[in-house]
C-alpha cells in the first residue's frame, strides 16, 4: 500500500478542521473524504471504503465514543485515528480502550499526524507477519529467544519487566494505556504505581539517559508508547 492510495476519512462536525486535514493531508500524498457527523460517517465507510478514519469525539448525533464502540463491534479493522481537545485525557483512554489505535490532540502539527498515520497503517500491515526480532535504534528484542539487547551488550530483565517489553514491542509506535498494560502484564491489577515503578525500572537498563528515554516515552495521563526510531 502506498501513501498515494491510502484513502483518509475525517469525521469532524467542524468545516475549519475538516479543511484543515483535506488540505495538509493531501499536500501529504493522502486522498481524504469527509463527513460532519456519525450518520455520514457510517455511510462514507460503506461506500467510500477508507483506509484509515480520523474521528473527533465530539460529533453532534452521537458519541464519538458510541460510533467507535459501534464500528468495533462490527469487527471494523481500520485503523483509527483520535482527534482530541488536549485536556480530554479521560476521553482518550476511554477511546483507546474501545480500540482506537491512536490519537492526536488539537491543536496539532501535520507532520506529527501524518507519522502517526504511517505508524497506525504500518502496525495495521505487521499484525498478521510479527517478526520475531524487533530493533529500534540501538535497542533489539527477540521475542522468540527472549533477548534483549542494547547495541552488542545484552540486557538482563526481570520477567515483569521482559513483559512490559514485550507488549510494548508487538504495538511498537502505538500508545497503550496504563490498564491496558495492567491487564496484560499483571492480569488485572488496578494500581498504577506497580507500574510505573517497573517502567521506571526498565528505562534505567534500556536507556542512555533514563531522564530523557529515547525508547519508552510518557503519554501523560494516558499510558506509555514505544517509540520506533527513524
Partial sequence: MTISTVKVLIVDDEPPIRKLL??????EGYATTEAANARDAIERVKEDKPDLILL?????DMPGHDLLRKWRDELLDLPILILSSRTDEAGIVKALELGADDYVTKPFGMKELAARIRVALRHRLQ?????????????????????????????KLSPKE?????????????????????????????????????????????????????????????????????
Fill in 22 to 27: 483535506r488540505v495538509g493531508l493531501g499536500t
Fill in 56 to 60: 473527533d469525539l465530539g460529533l453532534p
Fill in 127 to 155: 499484525q498478521q507477519g510479527e517478526k520475531p526480532i524487533f530493533q529500534t535504534g540501538e535497542l533489539s528484542v527477540d521475542l522468540v529467544k527472549r533477548i534483549v539487547k542494547l547495541g552488542d551488550k545484552e540486557i
Fill in 162 to 230: 521482559y513483559d512490559i517489553l514485550r507488549v510494548l514491542v508487538q504495538h511498537a509506535g502505538k500508545v497503550l494505556t496504563h490498564q491496558h498494560l495492567l491487564n496484560q502484564v499483571w492480569g488485572g491489577a488496578t494500581d498504577v504505581q506497580y507500574l510505573r515503578v517497573y517502567v521506571r525500572q526498565l528505562r534505567q537498563k534500556i536507556e542512555r539517559t533514563p531522564d530523557e528515554p529515547q525508547y519508552i516515552t510518557t503519554e501523560t495521563g494516558v499510558g506509555y508508547r514505544l517509540r520506533e526510531v527513524e
